[in-house]
């Protein structure tokens, strides 16, 4: 718990040094200082501060169906900064290192409250963050939420078989909810999730930061665009990391919390994204998965796992994913008449994208150079926070809806069956392109 806050620290400086003078004139008194800045006091760099203006009250109109799901979803009305308030639910890792931090660069969203197990922490992290004591809940007292007007949304950042728990209550408060991947550890619990939010009318986002970064978003662009590649004919895609040997009992080496080892954690980068570049569902999966014998951290769940997926426009994808093995992280999209590099790729900061091609249509062979895209980099959590907040504002579906999770869950599942039967195994076709996501975000 120590480092995550010594952690927090380091990024609260790397805020301060990022926002420099903007929070200076804010008020800082320094690190430590009880409720030290305002959040979304101080404007993004880059952007004008607006003035607080009251919004008009949202209009109510009569049910143009009865089935829910066909009406369009009402907006929402946001605080007088125009701001999404996100109830941080859960403060370990992820949430004190790269979420919190990340809302320093959102122009949309802004913490009003935390829930943590742990309430010498949140009032911790509540001081560092402008979090009055009266928005800290624990995950019993999580319902609560329901009677904060600051707390529009939550951004659940729990382990994998809590997600489905902490969505439907958050639903059932009246909340909308940006969950992190993997969705759940279940095709049941993902329409459980799916359901609860449509009832309930809330948005539900899976946090696939990926998908909203600009570099993956080019290679996207490039991919489905015949002109800049060629017909894609193979993807290669690695994640790999050595999971720390001090904890062998940390919840990611517990199959009832993470609902698998290194496929549903890092090996779902490469799913998602592959499936996120072509747009397409794959049709046949064949995989298999191994595990070091007696190490302790996999006596529950993959070390690592190799599948191949079929998809019906021809590209075949070949994927690996392990936690035993150095950092390495990258991914080769091949097409016809050229290709794109990601290395690293999925990775917070520090992506690096290379393309080569055939200048033009020639059958004489010209040696092609190699290009280096590296336009400025964006906070991902940030464009990702953003995208969920114009989605609640507007009644927009996000672009990573829960469908998106719950067709990787039913992926996953058939990866997990062929590499115990050994064999492929067939998914059902799937027409169209992009058929589990929702209004695409805009251009960052
Ligand atoms: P973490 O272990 O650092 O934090 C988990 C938090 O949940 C801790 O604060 C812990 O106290 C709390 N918790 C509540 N109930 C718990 C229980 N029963 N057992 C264990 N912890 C419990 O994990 P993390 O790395 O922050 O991951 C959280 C979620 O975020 C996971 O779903 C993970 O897959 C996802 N994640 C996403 C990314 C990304 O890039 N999008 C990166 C890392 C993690």
């Known amino acids: 718990m120590n480092n995550d806050l010594d952690a927090a620290t380091a990024n609260r400086r790397r805020f301060l040094k990022l926002t420099g003078s903007a929070v200076a004139t804010a008020g800082v008194v320094g690190l430590t200082g009880q409720a030290a800045w305002a959040q979304g006091a101080a404007p993004s760099p880059g952007m004008a501060a607006t003035p607080a203006r009251e919004l008009p009250a949202a209009v109510k109109l009569p049910p143009m169906q009865e089935d829910k799901s066909e009406k369009a979803q009402m907006p929402v009305q946001l605080g007088k900064d125009g701001r999404l308030g996100l109830a941080i639910v859960g403060l370990g890792r992820l949430s004190l290192e790269e979420i919190m931090p990340a809302l320093a660069t959102s122009k949309r969203c802004r913490v009003t409250a935390l829930v943590s197990g742990d309430p010498a922490k949140a009032r911790q992290v509540a001081a560092m963050y402008d979090v009055p004591e009266s928005h800290l809940y624990n995950y019993e007292t999580f319902d609560q939420l329901r009677d904060n007007p600051d707390v529009h949304a939550v951004y659940i950042v729990l382990p994998n078989a809590l997600h489905k728990e902490f969505t439907v209550r958050a ?22 999730m799916i359901a609860a939010c449509k009832a309930a009318d809330r948005r539900l986002m899976i946090a696939y930061r990926i998908q909203y970064e600009p ?5 996207k662009d490039w991919v489905r665009n015949r002109a800049a590649l060629g017909q894609i004919k193979l993807i290669t895609m690695s994640n790999c990391q050595n999971q720390s ?15 698998g080892g290194a496929l549903p ?51 075949r994808v070949q994927c690996n994913a392990s936690y035993g093995t ?10 016809d008449s050229g290709w794109a590099n990601m290395d690293p790729a999925f990775a917070y900061r520090g992506l690096q994208l290379k393309r080569s091609r055939i200048a033009s249509d020639t059958s004489e062979f010209i040696a092609p150079g190699i290009e280096q895209i590296s336009p400025p980099e964006k906070n991902q959590f940030a464009l990702e926070m953003d995208h969920f907040a114009d989605c609640v504002a507007n009644g927009k579906q996000p672009w990573t809806p829960g469908e998106e999770g719950l067709q990787d869950q039913r992926i996953m599942e058939a990866i997990y069956q062929s590499a115990h039967s050994g064999k492929p195994v067939e998914l059902p076709t799937v027409n169209g392109l992009d058929a589990f996501r929702g209004t695409p975000p805009s251009p960052s």
């Open 171 to 192: 639903a059932h408060a009246g909340k909308h909810v940006l969950c992190e991947k993997p969705m759940a550890t279940s095709v049941a619990d993902c329409q459980a």
């Open 245 to 259: 040997k001090q904890n062998t009992r940390q919840w990611r080496h517990i199959k009832a919390l993470a609902g």
């Open 265 to 315: 954690d890092i090996g779902l980068y490469c799913l998602n994204t592959s499936r996120f570049l072509l747009g397409e569902e794959p049709v046949e999966v064949q995989a298999s998965l191994y595990s070091t014998p007696g190490d302790p951290r996999f006596t529950e769940v993959e070390e690592a796992i190799l599948w191949q997926m079929r998809f019906p426009g021809g590209t």
């Open 215 to 219: 570099l993956d978003r080019q290679v």
């Open 326 to 335: 150095f950092t390495s992280k990258h991914y080769r999209v091949v097409g």
